[in-house]
């Protein structure tokens, strides 16, 4: 029996190490300095966003053990457990489920400082190491500076990486760069070769009246609309637009987004997953403010798009109902077909891991 368990280890070993040499990853320890977003890729590599160098990493990361399909993952006051293993003071930042495993992973700083760590199908809590391993990273062209500016004294670094998402063999990144129209979306194509640039985003903000190109959307999702690739990307405030990917390439410097929706005022929104159930496809949207949202996709093809003004705080544009029994939810995954993990933060501050049918 031992024999067939080294057996084992050794395979797997083989066919992590053969997946990282068809993805270009070298051996090393990777520079990062904040880790901010998550998303999984192909095999087991996840892409970290480390808005502060600027940077996308993708490292493998060994996680083939687990069963997506089968998953349940519920961890009581994750924030403490986190410091327990990472000793101090743990902020999360973000949750990925790797898509085949269901194991989640969450993007850490403790005491000021980067780490992911792993949650297993049992709610066992691990580092994973970022040394010694085998990665690669695209570093961000025209990134905003690094330093306090502006009238709201504000770090555009910060929002160099707002989200991270693998679709179709790119890592999609949207946040701030330097210049005109500093609200850009980038396709960084895997393995890495040379970073883009992005295309700055404009879009009506139906709440301000206004187009705008200076916000970063906060959070986005890709799905194809009527055949054609699309992203579904929320702004602060809290318009909901239309980009066409396969526009971005001829756009050149910029391109206008159709905003499909506004969602109210004096929110943010804080993060999305897609999903599809009773025949039709949905999107889930948690907010600072306004609760954690179900949004109908029926009908984006033909939604030409808000023109004039919304005020007083209300909404137009896609249906949507408020998910009353979701609340305090402030990052979530798509675990499978039928579920999500949620953060849940409770009264007092605690933050929960909890599995949720998906609405």
Not at 44 to 67: E, P, Q
Not at 99 to 125: E, Y
Request: proline share 4%.
């Amino acid at each position: 029996m031992k024999h067939l368990f080294a057996a084992v280890v050794i395979t797997a070993t083989v066919c992590s190490s053969v997946s990282a040499d068809q993805w270009g990853l070298e051996r090393g320890t990777p520079d990062i300095k904040s880790a901010g977003k998550l998303t999984f890729g192909p095999d087991d590599i996840l892409f970290i966003g480390d808005a502060k160098s600027a940077t996308v990493f993708a490292v493998a990361t060994g996680n083939r053990d687990g069963d997506a399909s089968k998953a349940s993952i519920n961890v009581s006051d994750l924030a403490g457990r986190i410091a327990d293993v990472l000793g101090g003071t743990a902020t999360i930042n973000d949750l990925a489920t790797n898509p085949t495993t269901g194991n989640v992973f969450a993007a850490v700083s403790a005491d000021g400082k980067p780490a992911i760590v792993q949650i297993d199908g049992a709610g066992k809590l691990s580092q994973l190491a970022l040394k010694d391993v085998r990665f690669s990273k695209a570093v961000l062209a025209d990134a905003p500076a690094d330093g306090v500016t502006g009238r709201r004294r504000r770090n555009p670094r910060n929002d160099a990486i707002t989200d991270i998402v693998w679709y179709e063999g790119k890592v999609l990144v949207s946040g701030l760069r330097s210049g005109d129209a500093p609200s850009s979306v980038r396709e960084l194509v895997f393995p890495f070769a040379k970073s883009d640039k992005g295309v700055g985003v404009q879009i009506y903000h139906a709440a301000h009246g206004r187009d705008e190109d200076t916000s970063a959307m906060r959070t986005f999702v890709p799905l194809m609309i009527e055949g054609k690739p699309s992203l579904l990307a929320a702004y602060q405030c809290t318009p909901l637009v239309r980009i066409p990917l396969d526009e971005l390439a001829a756009a050149g410097e910029r391109i206008t987004a159709t905003t499909v929706a506004e969602l109210g005022n004096r929110n943010q929104p804080l993060d999305m997953i897609s999903y599809k159930n009773d025949g039709g496809r949905f999107l889930l949207l948690s907010n600072s403010a306004r609760g954690v949202m179900k949004i109908s996709t029926a009908g984006l093809s033909s939604n030409k798009g808000l023109t004039e003004r919304v005020s007083g705080g209300g909404a137009a544009g896609q249906d949507y109902v408020t998910i009353d029994s979701l609340q305090g939810v402030v990052q979530m995954d798509k675990l499978n077909a039928t579920h999500a993990v949620v953060l849940v933060e409770k009264d007092g501050g605690q933050l929960d891991l909890k599995t949720v049918a998906l609405p």
